[in-house]
């Protein structure tokens, strides 16, 4: 199964500083197994620089005084055109959910919240979740913790975030149909939601996504540009004014893009998990998008040693998300 594809558009100069501060490693650890033929002797010691840098932002599980996270990374030529190529894509396979009444939890979430009594098996060769990055010679990868020199390049190290996070929970899995993408117990039950599509909100019915019909499900995720998709999270909503957080909806599905997993560009700035990034630009988690990871469970940084400042720069989208890649132009405000 995909969880998200980034893709590549049309490059644009953009001139960005970014001031790079971390708290102290807080006892959650990723590591990573890379495979296949990296584009440059800097990119696997960026990969793992990026995910050592992501654990900062999150912190043991109570009660536990350490976590631990595995990942399986994988270069491979997944091709290269001028109108638009994939640069990262992770997946799960079968066995990648765990099930709790009725819900679907990711496993390195449920490793995480319920500890020894999770039913997750992490035996030999078990890994938390798999990244897939383009190696072809033509994509120009910067490999840096911060703003890519050459403002045509793109910051692996945020890609390498994203698609993490998505790996993490940050991810709906809602057909386009308005079905849920899996079943409980490993595919032998019946389709339930992912604790993620538990907090997501349908402001057309005025009720909980899961308790829309399929046609309505199907129709908040095309609401358009004014999204009604939202995310109802206590803690998203403190760190978002106390207002709910509108969710990418386009008017045409884009497949693990549009199912509730990205924030819509109505909300203003620029974020990590947003359904496309631009080149040029290195980009961490926002306090919002950590308020979100909180509200799945996740224990996080509180207290991020930069606060989160922003700039306004005009840019055109690089990397956009889904199944299909699109160039748009856009104005954004960009977190230093």
């Known amino acids: 199964m995909r969880l998200a594809k980034l893709f590549l558009a049309v490059p644009v100069a953009l001139g960005l500083s970014t001031a790079l501060v971390r708290p102290a ?50 270069w491979a030529d997944l091709g290269f055109s001028s109108g638009g190529y994939t640069l990262g894509d992770s997946s799960a396979g079968s066995s990648f ?11 390195p979430l449920d490793r995480y919240l319920f500890g020894a009594a999770s039913t997750v098996n992490p035996g030999a060769g078990y890994t938390d979740f798999t990244i897939e990055l383009n190696n072809n010679s033509q994509v120009p990868w910067d490999y840096t913790l911060g703003a890519p020199s050459n403002f045509n390049n793109i910051s692996l190290a945020s890609v390498m975030y994203h698609e993490s996070i998505h790996s993490m929970g940050f991810a ?13 117990n490993g595919g032998a039950g019946s389709l339930a939601p992912t604790l993620w599509t538990t907090h997501l909100f349908d402001a057309t019915t005025n009720q909980a996504f899961t308790a829309d019909t399929l046609a309505q499900r199907q129709a ?117």
């Open 172 to 184: 709906a899995f809602n057909d386009s149909d308005g079905n849920y993408s899996f079943s409980t």
């Open 97 to 107: 959910y765990q099930t709790h009444n009725n819900t679907l939890y990711i496993n």
């Open 25 to 74: 490693s807080a006892q959650v650890s990723i590591s990573a197994n890379i495979t296949g033929t990296a584009p440059s002797a800097s990119a696997n010691q960026d990969v793992m620089d990026a995910l050592n840098f992501l654990a900062t932002d999150f912190a043991p599980n109570t009660g536990s005084s350490a976590f631990h996270m595995t990942a399986s990374i994988q």
């Open 220 to 336: 908040v995720m095309v609401s358009g540009s004014n999204s009604k998709l939202l995310f109802t999270g206590t803690d998203a909503q403190a760190a978002n004014g106390g207002n709910r957080v509108a969710m990418y909806a386009p008017t045409t599905f884009e497949t693990s893009s549009s199912d509730g997993s990205h924030i819509a560009f109505s909300q203003g700035g620029a974020g990590l998990l947003y359904p496309s990034i631009s080149n040029g630009v290195y980009l961490t988690p926002t306090k919002l998008e950590l308020a979100m990871m909180q509200d799945i469970g996740w224990r996080t940084i509180n207290s991020p040693a930069v606060p989160e400042a922003s700039t306004t720069a005009s840019f055109g989208l690089l990397l956009a998300l889904g199944l299909g890649g699109f160039a748009v132009a856009r104005r954004r405000h960009v977190k230093a």
